[in-house]
């Protein structure tokens, strides 16, 4: 019976630290549906574009970036900062120039742009011609499927972010790793794991906190959300992972990390 009470009250304790890593995330569905809302989540045809901005165009081959997706914070229900109700990304995707953004350079305002608007309005829209060469011509809507993440268990032991297995460890807990997934099970009924690697919000599915996250002021960045291999007929090789620095609100502060191991 005491070890019992033990185990039940360890357990208590492993559902509390999770809750405390635990993250909201949306997963991305790719539709056939037209999405007729300028202000809608889609992928392809024309992105919400206000008067002050163009179509971005590539610093280095000077030719119109492609227009990946766009999400609006309605329609995926993960709470970002208010600057980031409507966003969406562009890329450089020309296979002849010699810095598009790929895996191996990715430079915000040169080979990739975000724009991000806080009170999006149809009245507020002007509408451009579409470049030639975009992937996709047609407005598809996506479908956002509500869930949680957490870290994978080999980055837990690996990174250990918010230093619970520290403690763990001191505790004298034995099968960490067992029982992180027996409780993950219940802190997280709908998860958002590797399986599914295109989501909104939530911990990037190699990144949590490691090396690879990028830092502003010495702290990581937000992150935005995955794309897994392609979105929109555009290919990101293996994991690209949009990050955000909510210290500094301005139009610069956006990485694009790839991973690709």
């Given amino acids: 019976m005491i070890c019992r009470l033990m185990t039940t009250d360890l357990d208590i304790r492993f559902e509390q630290e999770l809750k405390r890593l635990r993250s ?29 901005r163009e179509w971005p165009v590539c610093c280095f081959c000077h030719r119109p970036m492609s227009f990946t997706v766009q999400l609006h914070a309605r329609d995926h229900g993960i709470i970002l900062p208010e600057r980031l109700t409507l966003l969406s990304l562009f890329v450089c995707n020309h296979e002849d120039c010699k810095r598009r953004c790929s895996l191996s350079y990715a430079e915000h305002g040169e080979n990739f742009r975000v ?63 067992s029982r992180y997934a027996r409780v993950s099970r219940k802190v997280c009924p709908v998860p958002i794991d590797d399986a599914f690697k295109r989501f909104v919000g939530g911990w990037p599915a190699w990144t949590n906190l490691s090396d690879k996250t990028p830092l502003c002021a010495g702290e990581p960045m937000l992150h935005l959300f995955q794309v897994w291999d392609s979105l929109g007929g555009i290919r990101f090789y293996e994991q690209a992972s949009l990050f955000y620095c909510p210290l500094h609100p301005s139009d610069d502060e956006f990485e694009l990390v790839f991973d690709y191991t």
Wanted: hydrophobic fraction near 35%; charged fraction near 25%.
């Fill in 115 to 177: 724009y991000a608007y806080a009170n999006p309005a149809p009245s507020k829209h002007r509408a451009r011609s579409i470049p030639a060469g975009q992937p996709e011509k047609v407005r598809r809507r996506l479908r956002f499927e509500e869930g949680w993440s957490l870290p994978d268990w080999t980055i837990v032991e690996a990174r250990d972010p918010l230093g619970i297995l520290a403690r763990w460890q001191a505790e004298g807990v034995t099968n960490p790793g």
């Fill in 24 to 52: 909201p995330a949306a997963r991305v569905h790719e539709t056939q549906e037209p999405c007729e809302d300028v202000l809608g989540s889609f992928i392809g045809g024309h992105p919400y574009l206000e008067a002050e």
